[in-house]
């Protein structure tokens, strides 16, 4: 059920941690502005939840053709 990482070499595999790390910040980056306004806890709002509205979003807006 563990997700498998696709780099092969060491230094890819580093990278690719990295980039999971990245995007970790980024949603919880967005979880934080999202509530401020409304002055709720942020660690109150799901992260599963909340990633979930972001690969809509992301996946809505790729099959935009320009």
Known sequence: ????????????????????????????????????PQELDPDRVSFLASLRVIRRQVTDQAAFSP
């Open 1 to 36: 059920a563990g997700r498998v990482l696709r780099s092969k070499s060491p230094d890819m595999v580093t990278q690719e941690i990295y980039a999971h790390l990245l995007v970790y910040y980024a949603i919880r980056a967005l979880i934080n502005a999202a509530v401020e």
